[in-house]
């Protein structure tokens, strides 16, 4: 074989090892393998049960040993407190060489021994045993319960001392792979991040006209939208160290503790600049001290805490190169020194995504999935208003699991359909048996909000009725989307939005005569709308446009009440007779949409009540066959 076609085999390359995260291993004691210890008395017991066992000795009555002094059968006896051991004389080998018995409370013994001249000397006891039960044993008994309050106080691993140090998670550039391509839904969140970004990478073009970049960015919104995630792709993109803790972890039972560990946090930062500080859930630790405060110490530690964290970020200076990241949704419990300029200068805000912002959402999580090919993820997008970036991270994961079960070889838009329902609408309860009454009743009950939704042409289109029991409570429901996002709602609409709540109760009123507690949600619903109505937006008729709602939150509330703020008990009456008003309006309007369409509700609860579900193309159907019997046909087009 020709060597110069034969390949050169070159020598393969050790495979990399993974990054591993950076932790604090300053502290840490070795651990103790206590099955030592146990072996080492095992073996104790054992040498000592196979010395014993190698000596011929036969244990005797006390009686026989007086015989045998008598006999003269003894050559010498050993006398102990426990034990009198003596040696025989014989010439048989095999016969036992020695004898021992228990020794009785006899004063004539050594005068038999002196009779029969035969030698005896005292014994003492040994105490090697028993100084290692006395001496070693407590001090490996304290050592374990020492060890034990070590990893109890302090945590796995560490000692006492380490107390004072910061919990905090280090990332280093490689562990942190998160990027701004991972983080979708939040375009103006993350330009105003990248800044943060170009500055920890190139500090001096940023200070060369004298600015400085801010100390801390504070992100706020709900729960769901991505401010850890936020927080970690900025990291990934200046590829700087991350340091992440929560921050009920500053705060302890111990007085001081919380202070010390956010110096110590600091100051790791600080060594490993340039760097990002994330601290999470800062309403923890950052909860204004005019709360709960007033007349009382119990807070002592806590307040203790936000003032070191308060001095910290007055101590330090941006141009370090470290940058606080702070993620709440609940910023209106923060303490006003913490938000102040010079510590928070930045606040981004991050909301539930909108329509856009859920397509790319959707497409970021659908890629770790098989997914059709037909799948139009606008579309799915356009049935999850509302939904923040983990309840669509949730959705693609149950779609997924949905298309499992039926072994199916792809995710399907039909088994997105169904993650939507199980989400919004909980579990199917199949077993649920109701009788053919209350099943009557549901479906009537359902028909009348689709029918109310229908006849007054409101924004959130009907996609879907079922009388299958699903979540806690649910004994059927009507599923609608919006074909558009929408942020403003006028009067009518509102009042709209009231009666689909209320077109079930008048759907009962009119086909069954007595109402039922099927009701009890849409009530709850209907009544948070028209209070807000009269207290928030200044639609009541006779209370003119004050606000009686004295809370100022960035967050969207789901429910209105008038706890915060102090009315007399006239305004309260005239709010109440409001809120009674609109809702009475309300439910005229829906028992007026229903009756005019009650051909289409009998002929439509005939078709549920055998199918049980009832889609969107079924309804449209349904309705526009109705209509086309009417004078004026009405057509709603898919």
């Given at each position: 074989m020709d060597s110069k076609n034969t390949p050169e085999k070159r020598?393969?390359?050790?495979?990399?090892?993974?990054p591993e995260k950076v932790s604090d291993t300053k502290n840490q004691i070795p651990k103790f393998n206590y099955n030592y210890i146990a072996l080492s008395f095992l073996v104790i017991f054992a040498v000592n049960w196979?010395?014993?066992?190698?000596?011929?000795?036969?244990?005797?009555?006390?009686?026989?040993?007086?015989?045998?002094?008598?006999?003269?059968?003894?050559?010498?006896?050993?006398?102990?407190?426990?034990?009198?051991?003596?040696?025989?004389?014989?010439?048989?080998?095999?016969?036992?060489?020695?004898?021992?018995?228990?020794?009785?409370?006899?004063?004539?013994?050594t005068q038999r021994l002196y009779s029969k001249n035969i030698p005896f000397s005292a014994e003492l006891k040994d105490t090697t045993f028993g100084f290692i039960l006395s001496w070693v044993l407590p001090i490996i008994f304290f050592y374990f319960i020492w060890s034990m309050l070590q990893k109890r106080i302090a945590g796995a691993g560490a000692s006492l001392l380490s107390l004072t140090k910061s919990k905090a998670k280090v990332f280093v550039e490689t562990d942190v792979k998160t990027t701004f391509g991972d983080v979708a839904g939040v375009n103006e969140a993350k330009e105003?991040?990248?800044?943060?970004?170009?500055?920890?990478?190139?500090?001096?073009?940023?200070?060369?006209?004298?600015?400085?970049?801010?100390?801390?960015?504070?992100?706020?919104?709900?729960?769901?939208?991505?401010?850890?995630?936020?927080?970690?792709?900025?990291?990934?993109?200046?590829?700087?160290?991350?340091?992440?803790?929560?921050?009920?972890?500053?705060?302890?039972?111990?007085v001081g503790l919380g202070a010390a560990r956010v110096r110590d946090l600091f100051e790791q930062a600080r060594k490993q600049a340039p760097s990002i500080l994330f601290i999470d859930e800062i309403d923890a630790v950052g909860k204004s001290r005019a709360v709960g405060l007033v007349g009382t110490n119990g807070n002592d530690e806590k307040e203790q805490t936000l003032n070191q964290l308060l001095a910290e970020m007055d101590g330090f200076d941006a141009s370090t190169g470290v940058i606080i990241l702070a993620a709440t949704n609940r910023p209106e419990i923060l303490d006003p020194a913490?938000?102040?300029?010079?510590?928070?200068?930045?606040?981004?805000?991050?909301?539930?995504?909108?329509?856009?912002?859920?397509?790319?959402?959707?497409?970021?999580?659908?890629?770790?999935?098989?997914?059709e090919a037909q799948t139009d993820l606008e579309r799915i997008a356009s049935m999850t208003t509302g939904?923040?970036?983990?309840?669509?991270?949730?959705?693609?994961?149950?779609?997924?699991?949905?298309?499992?079960?039926k072994n199916k070889d792809s995710v399907t838009e039909k088994d997105f359909s169904e993650a939507i329902e199980r989400i919004v609408a909980g579990l199917e309860k199949k077993g649920k048996v109701m009788s053919p009454v209350e099943t009557k009743r549901v479906a009537f009950h359902e028909?009348?909000?689709?029918?109310?939704?229908?006849?007054?042409?409101?924004?959130?289109?009907?996609?879907?009725?079922?009388?299958?029991?699903?979540?806690?409570?649910?004994?059927?429901?009507?599923?609608?989307?919006?074909?558009?996002?929408?942020?403003?709602?006028?009067?009518?609409?509102?009042?709209?939005?009231?009666?689909?709540?209320?077109?079930?109760?008048?759907?009962?009123?009119?086909?069954?005569?007595?109402?039922?507690?099927?009701?009890?949600?849409?009530?709850?619903?209907?009544?948070?709308?028209?209070?807000?109505?009269?207290?928030?937006?200044?639609?009541?008729?006779?209370?003119?446009?004050?606000?009686?709602?004295?809370?100022?939150?960035?967050?969207?509330?789901?429910?209105?009440?008038?706890?915060?703020?102090?009315?007399?008990?006239?305004?309260?009456?005239?709010?109440?007779?409001?809120?009674?008003?609109?809702?009475?309006?309300?439910?005229?309007?829906?028992?007026?949409?229903?009756?005019?369409?009650?051909?289409?509700?009998?002929?439509?609860?005939?078709?549920?009540?055998?199918?049980?579900?009832?889609?969107?193309?079924?309804?449209?159907?349904?309705?526009?066959?109705?209509?086309?019997?009417?004078?004026?046909?009405?057509?709603?087009?898919?």
């Open positions: 020598p393969e390359k050790p495979p990399e090892k993974a196979y010395l014993t066992s190698l000596s011929h000795i036969k244990t005797i009555p006390y009686s026989e040993f007086l015989q045998m002094v008598d006999n003269g059968r003894l050559s010498t006896v050993t006398i102990s407190d426990d034990k009198i051991t003596a040696d025989l004389k014989t010439e048989n080998k095999a016969a036992p060489s020695q004898v021992m018995t228990i020794p009785a409370k006899d004063d004539t013994l105003e991040l990248t800044e943060i970004v170009n500055y920890l990478q190139d500090p001096k073009h940023y200070m060369r006209l004298g600015g400085r970049a801010p100390k801390g960015v504070l992100l706020v919104g709900p729960p769901g939208t991505g401010k850890t995630l936020l927080a970690r792709a900025v990291a990934g993109e200046a590829k700087v160290p991350f340091f992440s803790i929560n921050g009920s972890e500053f705060v302890e039972m111990f913490l938000l102040r300029a010079g510590r928070f200068d930045r606040q981004v805000l991050l909301g539930n995504p909108d329509h856009q912002g859920r397509v790319q959402i959707l497409k970021v999580h659908v890629r770790k999935i098989t997914l939904f923040s970036g983990a309840d669509l991270a949730n959705l693609v994961n149950e779609a997924a699991l949905v298309a499992t079960r028909l009348g909000h689709a029918t109310v939704a229908l006849g007054l042409d409101v924004a959130d289109k009907v996609q879907k009725i079922s009388i299958i029991p699903r979540g806690m409570g649910a004994l059927g429901y009507t599923l609608q989307r919006p074909l558009e996002d929408r942020y403003l709602l006028d009067e009518d609409e509102m009042l709209n939005k009231i009666s689909v709540l209320l077109g079930g109760r008048a759907s009962e009123t009119l086909f069954f005569k007595r109402v039922s507690t099927g009701a009890a949600d849409d009530l709850a619903k209907a009544s948070d709308i028209a209070r807000a109505m009269v207290t928030q937006y200044g639609m009541g008729q006779t209370l003119g446009l004050e606000s009686f709602d004295s809370r100022r939150s960035l967050m969207p509330q789901s429910s209105y009440d008038l706890s915060l703020k102090q009315v007399s008990e006239g305004t309260a009456r005239e709010i109440d007779i409001e809120v009674k008003s609109i809702l009475e309006k309300a439910f005229r309007t829906a028992i007026q949409t229903i009756r005019k369409n009650r051909q289409f509700v009998e002929e439509s609860a005939i078709k549920l009540l055998a199918t049980e579900t009832l889609d969107e193309a079924e309804i449209i159907s349904l309705w526009n066959i109705h209509h086309a019997k009417s004078e004026f046909p009405l057509e709603i087009m898919l």
